[in-house]
Structures are given as C-alpha cells and as structure tokens.
C-alpha cells in the first residue's frame, strides 16, 4: 500500500473531520495527515496526525515560511489548501519553493487561473466574455456610485460583497426597509443594512472595489468538480438545504442531477481549459441559473460527498500520483448533514473518530 504524507490547511474548521476522514481508510494509500491552521492547536490537533500553527498568509513571507520550515520536517507529498487565499499564494511562490527543494504537489497548479478566480471582477468578466451566465451586477468604489445604483425607496434587496475575499466575510445584504442593522453571522463582518447605517461604516476608505448583485432567492447549489484539460471527470451538485444562506458551513445537502448546471459548469471548464479541482457556486433565479462564484480548491463540505457516492479528496490523490481511479457511483435525492466538530475532543478518543466507521451523517428529515 502506498504511504502519502498529506498536508491539509485549516485544520481547526467547522468540517475538518468529513474532510480527513475522506482521506483515512482507504485500501490503495494510507494517508499521513500534517495539519496547519493560523489558529492554536484543538480539535485540528486531534485529528491530524501531526499539527503545526502558521501565521495569517496575508503575511505572506512568514506564512510561505512556515511551509518551508513544515515541508523540511515533514516531507509532505500533497497540500491541500482549503482557503482561497492559502491557495493563492501557494501557487505564487510555486517557483521560489522549487528552487528551494520544496517539492509537493497541488490539486491545481495555474496561477493565471487562480488569479482569475481569487479576483471576482475579472472572473464575472471573463464568464459575461464567454456566454457564462452571472447575473446583474455593478462595480462600486464608492458610496457615491453606490447610493446612484440603489433607490433610497426601493424595497428590492441587493448584495455588496468585496472583489477579493473568500465566503461571507465584508458581505452586506442592503435592506432599507428596515431600521436596525442586523448580524447575520455572529463570527463574520455579514451583517443586513440599510444606506444609511451602511454609510456610516465607510467600508470604502481605503478605495476597496465591491461588487453590487441583485439579492436572488433562489435555490443555492454548491458544484464539487474535478477536471482535466477542459474536460470533466468527477462532479457533484449539492442543493443547500439551509436556514441561513449566508452560513460559512452547510447545515444539509441534497445531492441532485441538472443537466442545465452540468452545462454552466462545463462552459466555464471549457472555456477556462481547467485542470484540477474546483468548487463553484450557481443560483437559481426564476427559470435562470447563474454562476456566482468559483474557487480552485475543494469547499470545506465536499467530504459530504463521500457519503453520497463520490470521495473527491481520496480521488484527487489517485490523480495526483497517477494512480488507478475509482469507479464511483452517485447517489441522488440523498440529503446529508456535515459532521460539525465544535467542541474540544480528547487524544483518547482520536482512534474513535477517524479509524472505525460512524453514521454519522443523517437524513435532513432528522435534524
């Protein structure tokens, strides 16, 4: 059996179990896990099978040290950067890591495209120049261009998010029918707001571009997908079953088929000769479905789809080491709900979690 040594960032996050378990177990490799998080060692301690702590990469020189310095102790074989921004630079200093010896492998390895991807306004352009459906929106570097786009009056909602950024973090939903500003996530800056309140946080002091998209209230999916060369090999749709759409973690997925998804998706993949992961999110709007957003990295909650049919994580590695893939099967109209690690586990109960088999995912109707 071959032995890997995996490195997987954010090890301390809400759906780090379903991730590292999807790697665990499995009868063609036996997976080594080093964890890393900015945060100190907790449950990513427990679950990993080495953790170490590394500074915030928008520091990027210590944070591409702290990989030097992990990589040299280690010896990892794989990274799997699970947020946009470590991915980003991983990819940006790609040349000066080889140049060191620090040689591992990435589930994808296009700067360029990265970059398209971790800047939201180029992305939207390069969809709306290649017939990739994305909505309405506008690019607003001021409050003055803002308040010119949004009636005072008007009872439609609208979403201000940043250009660069990840998940929910400086996202508004602006309301003006209501007076009170409300948070929607305790642990983000998300918060619903009215112009004026909104105004007064002068979020564009430092010349920050957000982009202003009408709020649709259709069905969110979230889109698992590796591929090769503009072509797909693995996928999943996962309709969000959720009570709060701003939620950074799923509280239940349902796996489904739509072919008119499979064809945005495939669009963009065409298009953009994608190699590699990718997560996108698509809304429906009416009888439309827009592509919002992508990231060149697996989504926290892929290890969902494990349960329902398809191991993105193991499956990855086989590609990665050219190995023999598996012929998985999907199962649809399933719905399943993360496995939330939010309390402090004990060593002792670290074999119980990752090395014997637990239900536990539910059915949706259960929670």
Known sequence: ????????????????????KS????????????????????KGSILSDVFYKVNKPKNEKKYVNDIIRIYRKEKFDIFFPLSDIE?????KNKKKLEKLGVNFKLPFNNYEIAKLLYDKKNFLKFCEKNNILVGDYHIVSSFKELSKKININSKKKYILKPVKGSGTKNVFLINNEITK????????NCFEINLKNLKKLKIFNKRNEFILMPYYTGEMYDVDCIAENGKINEFCIRLREIKNRFMFYSTGHRVIKNTKIKKLILKFVKASKLN????????????????????CRFSGSVGVCSKSGI?????????????????????????????????????????????DYIPHYSKQLDY
């Open 311 to 355: 191991n993105f994580p193991a499956q990855m590695v086989r590609y990665m080491f050219k190995m023999k893939r598996k012929n998985y099967i999907l199962k649809n109209n399933n719905s399943f709900r993360s496995f939330l690690v939010l309390k402090k586990i004990s060593n002792a109960k670290r074999n119980i979690l990752l090395d």
């Open 1 to 20: 059996m071959k032995k890997i040594k995996i490195c997987i960032s954010c090890v301390n996050g809400f759906l780090t179990y379903d991730f590292i």
């Open 181 to 188: 500003t409300i948070k929607i996530l305790e642990s983000r």
């Open 23 to 42: 790697l665990k177990n499995q009868n063609d490799f036996k997976a080594k896990i080093i964890g890393i998080d900015i945060t100190n060692r907790s």
């Open 87 to 91: 991915n980003f630079v991983l990819l």
């Open 276 to 295: 590699g992961i990718c997560d996108f999110d698509v809304i429906k709007n009416k009888d439309k479905f827009y592509l919002l957003e992508a990231s």
